[in-house]
């Protein structure tokens, strides 16, 4: 993960990830709930919930875990899994 803790802003996603692709994403970065948890600032709950559908967080949580995992070098990308590692240059 990136170690850096972004600041919770609504209008910075561009893409609506699904709680499936966290989990992908994470899962292909080898990341735990509990360590993505500690680098958004959220707790595991929400994230484990997001990652099964059982409840859509609100923007202002969904923002820094896409950014979060962005940042780590995850792109969001349309169909399935729906995510992939970007390139490195």
């Not at 893409?15 to 735990?32: C, D, E, N, W, Y």
């Amino acid at each position: 993960m990136s170690g850096l803790r972004p600041r919770p802003q609504a209008d910075d996603a561009v893409m609506t990830i699904t709680g499936p692709q966290v989990k992908a994403a994470r899962l292909l970065l080898g990341g735990s709930q509990e360590d993505l948890a500690g680098e958004t600032g959220l707790s595991r709950a929400p994230i484990a919930h997001f990652e099964t559908e059982r409840s859509r967080p609100s923007a202002l949580s969904v923002s820094p875990i896409q950014r979060t995992l962005e940042a780590a070098g995850i792109m969001f990308v349309e169909g399935e899994p729906g995510v992939t590692l970007k390139a490195k240059p």
